[in-house]
Every structure is written in C-alpha cells, then in structure tokens.
C-alpha cells in the first residue's frame, strides 16, 4: 500500500515465482519492483531481453539463471544488490549497466557486469572484452560461455571457481 490512497502494488518477486515457465517470452516489470529473489525466473526458457525497472534495488540468487533464451539485460541505476550467479548459464550477447549506478558498471560498453568498488567481473557474455582495470573474476562469471576464446587482462589477479563451467567451445 502507498499510503495515499490506499492502491496495492508489487515491490517483490518471489523465489522461484516463475521458475521453469518455458512459455513466458518477454516481461514488463512494474515500476515499483524492488526485489526479485531467489531463482525467480531460473530456468524460463523464452526470455530474449531484459530491461530491469530503475526501482529495482536486489537481485537474489540464481534470478535468471539458466533462462537460456536471454540474449541481452540493462541493469538500471538503483541496483545495490546482485546475488550469486543471478545471471549465468545464459546466452546473452549484451550486458549494459546505467551509467549512473554506483555499484556496478560495464566499462566502456565491454559487455560485462563489473562489480565497480572491488574491481571484479560478476558475469561476462560471449561479447565481452575484459577491461584492463578488472583484477578478478568472480564464481561462475562465465559459466557456459558461447565464445571460443578470450583475452584475460594484465592485472588479473584472482580467478573464481567454476569460472569458465560448462565452456565447450573455450579453446584458447
């Protein structure tokens, strides 16, 4: 409730709300949405693109995780909070954040999720160019890639576990 004048609306998706829904293809979430937790679109097979509302301040665990389809997200302005591996196990060729967030970028369009305080690329698709200012990979950040090689840059510093899981095509 708003409190103005008494209407309802919808700050939070649940865990697993649409979990394994083949058939949902696209999305138009609410202006008001703040959370989606847990796994809330894991395993939605039609989901081409993205546009999260600029409300959105958490994303949980595993959120879209394996929702295969998914070809492109924006992560908008407000995002605080990316849980683990929210958007891996995809097929995704674009990840654009706002310019005007404080906790995460894409460096120069390069087509990853930085984590911007600690310098660490939280998820990467198969059109991204490492950043030479990245200095660790995160868990999982290129689970199932669809890329045959990639460039790491000189000041990496740390690779997470299961960096490059399920890389078939990683050659070099």
Do not use: H
Not at 19 to 43: C, K, M, N
Not at 70 to 75: D, G, K, T, Y
Not at 148 to 167: F, Y
Request: glycine share 6%; with cysteine.
């Amino acid at each position: 409730n708003d409190g103005t004048n008494g209407e309802a609306y919808v700050t939070s998706i649940g865990g697993s709300a649409f979990e394994y829904d083949y058939d949902l293809v696209s999305i138009e979430l609410p202006y008001t949405i703040e959370t989606i937790d847990y796994y809330a679109f894991g395993d939605c097979g039609s989901i081409c693109s993205l546009t999260l509302p600029n409300s959105l301040k958490k994303i949980g665990d595993w959120a879209f995780f394996a929702s295969s389809q998914l070809a492109s997200v924006i992560i908008p302005k407000n995002l605080e909070e990316i849980g683990y591996q929210a958007f891996n196990f995809n097929s995704m060729s674009s990840i654009v954040v706002n310019e005007d967030n404080p906790y995460f970028d894409s460096r120069n369009n390069c087509n990853a999720l930085i984590e911007t305080a600690t310098n660490t690329l939280l998820t990467g698709c198969k059109n991204t160019v490492i950043p030479n200012t990245v200095t660790a990979i995160g868990d999982g950040a290129f689970s199932n890639c669809r890329f045959t090689s990639i460039q790491l840059p000189d000041n990496l510093k740390s690779i997470g576990n299961s960096a490059s899981e399920s890389c078939v095509y990683l050659a070099s």
